[in-house]
């Protein structure tokens, strides 16, 4: 059984509870990160700590731990659950008031709660075979910047996704890719370009994602930061997504086409190679 945190105590996952009257249940008012753990260690911990005060900021949500102790508490759940591979969720909401759509009172408490979920990051069948999506229209509200826990749409679209046979779904707005439903997306031009869409509040800004484009920048690979259509993508040499529990995802497949010559490409394979090699070496 598992050990979770929940307001400052660590319990059995059988005993943690959060109020019926917490915000994060009745509005989705809240936020999350998920940061991965490698070899009992966090990948890029102080970016995704940045990304969640920014988060939070946005919400204007107060949360009073510091970040040494948010790191303790992360240190001390792989400790506690023993976790050599898998991630840590943690989220935050506005904490637990009587049902209003008015903020309770700003001294209300936040709920913050932290669990573990082992499985094998690196093992991953979808890195040797690679990724099938869809296209779907991206219906979410246009703060996608911000990591809520608002994520019904996204997961709508897994579920269309999984009904055609694919893995995942990239979602299209004014007839523009934005990202995939839990990641970034890219394509690799004809000449070997990597694009991928410009940040802003239309996109999640992937902590993967930047570290990713940085690898490529310095193994000399060209970056274009805009936006590219389906048609574009299904005629690129090859495809892939980015996120914290996927890391490099190869993608061979877009509404039924065939990427390039439908299995995984060079430069996605040799990204996620050299995107693991970086984090195991500065992963606390």
Avoid at 1 to 25: L, Q
Avoid at 122 to 131: E, M, S, T, V
Wanted: charged fraction near 25%.
């Amino acid at each position: 059984m598992r050990t979770v945190y929940v307001n400052g105590e660590f319990v059995p996952e059988d005993e943690a509870k959060v109020s019926i009257f917490d915000r994060g249940f009745l509005f989705a008012d809240g936020v999350y990160e998920v940061t991965t753990v490698l070899d009992r260690k966090l990948v890029d911990f102080f970016g995704h700590r940045a990304r969640l005060r920014r988060s939070l900021g946005e919400l204007n949500i107060v949360l009073d731990l510091t970040d040494e102790q948010l790191l303790d508490i992360h240190r001390q759940l792989i400790a506690a659950n023993d976790l050599d591979e898998g991630i840590i969720y943690l989220q935050v909401t506005r904490g637990a008031a009587d049902r209003d759509f008015v903020f309770p009172p700003e001294d209300t408490p936040v709920t913050t709660v932290l669990f573990t979920q082992a499985y094998s990051v690196i093992d991953n069948p979808l890195a040797q075979r690679g990724a099938k999506v869809v296209s779907v229209d991206d219906k979410r509200w246009s703060r996608c910047d911000i990591k809520t826990v608002q994520l019904l749409y996204p997961s709508l679209a897994k579920m269309e996704a999984r009904s055609k046979g694919a893995d995942d779904a990239w979602l299209v707005r004014d007839g523009l890719v934005t990202e995939g439903s839990s990641n970034n997306a890219y394509i690799v031009t004809r000449d070997g370009t990597i694009v991928t869409r410009d940040l802003s509040n239309l996109i999640l800004h992937g902590i993967t994602r930047r570290a990713v484009l940085e690898c490529a920048r310095n193994l000399q690979m060209k970056v274009e930061e805009r936006p590219f259509t389906i048609e574009e993508a299904q005629g690129a040499r090859e495809a892939f997504s980015t996120s914290a529990s996927g890391f490099v995802s190869p993608v061979v497949q877009i509404d039924g086409k065939p990427i390039g010559d439908g299995s995984v490409g060079s430069v996605a394979r040799q990204l996620r190679e050299v995107y693991i090699a970086e984090m195991r070496k500065s992963a606390i």
